[in-house]
């Protein structure tokens, strides 16, 4: 017989209680006076043999109990050798968990240590003839064939901890995937960890039936953690010269208040803004750090708070970009242009007017704005190079002609972009009269708008049918309800469609003061905005800029970090190069696990930035206790998991060759039930 917690069998010490107790009893004499003890002598003598053995019974009851007690706290088992571990032929899948969480700590060290010690005390219970899957967060090539033990402990001793993030149900399933294949008996997956709620979720655990699960839970002292769990820009488009602000979210799973928590915001390796905030406990808060971009470019941020011991969290990048110029493109039909005078007159616009029969489709994917000027007509190959330019985040103004072919523009505006469409001509005379002040484009156009505002009046205009639910902004509206100018979403990109065409004689417009904060905002706002970050494990696929320079005709492009660290700079990853849907797709293949600020080169020149954060379901550290583990086995049926507690688990041994049916500390629990009532019996039934 052996016992799974041998280190309570120090607690039989304690029959010495009932002993002592008993002796003292026995030592203890009452003397009754009585005038003549001669009748009484034989009785006497009948009392005190049965008292003799009353007490002896008792003490024995105790003892037994006592020992039972404390034989169930060890946990006794036998090992049947037709299934021991030892045997040959035996498979063990172990999982150990790699995760952020895992550098927590205990009264005995960091959690991630204990857990690589467990891993190799279990292998080294088995005999090294049988074979092990060692299994991490990471899913490593390496780590999905079959070892000796030998090499087990070597991949054991140089795993480290990871940024990626998996859940139980997905580490059973690879387990499953690696012992399904071989048709030996003996296999058995141990899972090792914190089990954090966020990532345990039995509900989804399909097991298998030839496999037994082992899960050994660890805990730390501590669980407090106070990080950051997001950022984010309350408008899309970042400013240049202009006071800008970002928004941080600060988050405090603990049971105490954070007070006066300094936070730090670095751009481009240089301190820009300081600032602090204070949290109670189980909540969040949002603090706003406030700065200036004085040059366009690429602009890399971090924002930064201090916390220990869990550090991976308390770092937050961020990543976008500020044009040097705006690129501009007017196609017309018209002789008269009214955007080249407000365009070309600002150095930071690059505009461009050519006429509709002259366009240069291969430059239309480097325009942040083009504008349809008078169209009468939309070719088929223009309405597609549109379509391209579009899906990769452009900006589309639309004026008609005042003779347009109206089944031109439905197949482009209806059939191809999906949203309202010219259905005829309205020359009845109206005015503009409502303004969507709501609206990204009036956003700092008005101090104060005036009661009775005098808008443009319009002469001509074409009514719009609506025939699919597009996203649409209405910007303008006349006095009939009539839409003048309306937004719509379109893919990636924004298409502003005026109902009416840039012309004195067919409104007021073009010479009102609304014109040109209206065109010139439209303008600022068609910078394509993409993600200002990314999640390590989650996104594995980035979008390259639509400009890509050729090296010895071959596009070449190199992801590579922006941080001072002499180690961060040696990190270059070439990724993989897809083109999806007009676009260039850069696949990742899990080979970038560090957080931070990247750039994405090719040749000397410096495409874009791209940020990368870890994931913050690490940042949750409330674990599941064993109880509630125990609870969740039985709640989900899993009748071949076994629960392990590594507070008391001495060895790998233990863990790696007990069998459910062999458990005896149930029987041992109803033994002590049993004596402890024979006692109770003796004291007050038997005279």
Not at 8 to 27: D, E, Q, T, V, Y
Not at 67 to 73: G, N, R, T
Not at 433 to 456: C, G, M, R
Not at 578 to 587: D, H, I, P
Request: net charge negative; with cysteine; charged share 20%.
């Amino acid at each position: 017989m052996s016992f799974l917690y041998p280190g309570f069998l120090f607690a039989l010490f304690a029959i010495a209680i009932p002993i002592i107790i008993h002796l003292f009893n026995f030592r203890k004499y009452k003397t009754v006076r009585f005038t003549n003890v001669r009748f009484l002598k034989e009785i006497k003598q009948q009392t005190q043999a049965k008292s003799k053995l009353k007490y002896l019974l008792v003490l024995a009851t105790r003892i037994l109990a006592i020992s039972f007690l404390v034989f169930a706290f060890a946990q006794p088992y036998f090992p049947e050798k037709t299934k021991k571990v030892v045997l040959t032929d035996n498979l063990a899948s172990i999982y150990l968990d790699n995760s952020f969480s895992m550098e927590a700590t205990n009264s005995q060290g960091r959690l991630f240590d204990q857990a690589k010690n467990q891993a190799i005390e279990i292998a080294k219970s088995y005999k090294q003839t049988d074979r092990f899957q060692l299994l991490t967060n990471d899913f490593k090539g390496k780590h999905q064939r079959l070892v000796n033990q030998e090499e087990f402990i070597e991949l054991v001793e140089n795993i480290e901890i990871s940024s990626r993030v998996k859940s139980i149900s997905e580490v059973i399933g690879r387990q499953n995937d690696a012992l399904s294949t071989e048709s030996k008996e003996g296999k058995r997956s141990f899972l090792i960890s914190d089990f954090q709620r966020s990532n345990t979720n039995f509900e989804e655990i399909d097991p298998d039936s030839a496999i037994a699960y082992t899960m050994v839970s660890l805990s730390s002292q501590s669980r407090n953690n106070l990080y950051i769990d997001s950022c984010w820009f309350e408008t899309p488009i970042r400013p240049l010269n202009q006071a800008d602000k970002i928004m941080v979210r600060i988050r405090n799973i603990s049971d105490e208040e954070y007070e006066n928590i300094p936070l730090k915001l670095m751009i481009n390796n240089q301190q820009k803004a300081l600032g602090s905030c204070s949290v109670e406990p189980k909540s969040y808060t949002d603090a706003s750090l406030s700065f200036t971009i004085n040059e366009p470019g690429i602009i890399n941020m971090e924002v930064s708070l201090s916390d220990y011991p869990i550090t991976f969290d308390d770092q937050f990048f961020i990543n976008y970009s500020i044009a040097d110029h705006l690129m501009v493109l007017s196609i017309d039909d018209s002789t008269k242009s009214y955007t080249e005078a407000l365009y070309q007159n600002d150095p930071y616009f690059e505009y461009e007017s050519v006429n509709f029969q002259e366009v240069d489709y291969s430059t239309i994917s480097e325009k942040h704005l083009i504008i349809l000027n008078g169209l009468t007509e939309i070719s088929t190959g223009l309405g597609g190079e549109l379509m391209k330019f579009l899906s990769s985040g452009g900006s589309l103004i639309i004026f008609p002609n005042s003779d347009v072919d109206l089944d031109s523009y439905q197949h482009f505006l209806n059939d191809r972009l999906s949203i309202d469409y010219f259905k005829k001509q309205d020359t009845v005379q109206t005015k503009i009269d409502k303004i969507n002040l709501d609206h990204l484009v009036f956003a700092d156009v008005f101090d104060k708008v005036p009661e009775n505002i005098n808008l443009p009046e319009v002469y001509m205009h074409y009514l719009i049918q609506s025939d699919n639910p597009a996203e649409k902004n209405d910007l303008l509206l006349m006095q009939n309800g009539a839409s003048f100018l309306s937004q719509y979403n379109v893919q990636n990109g924004k298409v502003y469609l005026f109902t009416s065409p840039l012309d004195e004689e067919a409104s007021r417009f073009p010479l009102h003061a609304l014109f040109v904060p209206i065109m010139y905002k439209i303008a600022i706002n068609s910078q394509s905005t993409s993600n200002i970050f990314h999640t390590i494990g989650k996104n594995q696929t980035i979008t390259a800029p639509q400009t890509a320079y050729k090296l010895d005709n071959e596009i070449s492009y190199h992801l590579v970090n922006n941080s001072n660290s002499k180690e961060d700079k040696e990190f270059d990853l070439i990724p993989e190069a897809r083109q999806v849907a007009n676009k260039t797709e850069l696949v990742l293949h899990d080979n970038l696990n560090k957080a931070g600020n990247y750039i994405l080169t090719s040749g000397s020149y410096l495409l874009k930035g791209y940020a990368f954060n870890y994931n913050r379901k690490e940042s949750d550290l409330l674990c599941m206790s064993n109880e509630e583990i125990s609870d969740a086995i039985e709640e989900f049926g899993l009748n071949n998991f076994n629960l392990v507690s590594s507070d008391n688990l001495k060895t790998g041994y233990s863990a790696a060759s007990i069998n459910e049916d062999q458990e005896l500390w149930k029987l041992c629990i109803i033994f002590a039930l049993a004596f402890l009532g024979i006692e109770t019996y003796l004291l007050r039934r038997w005279r």
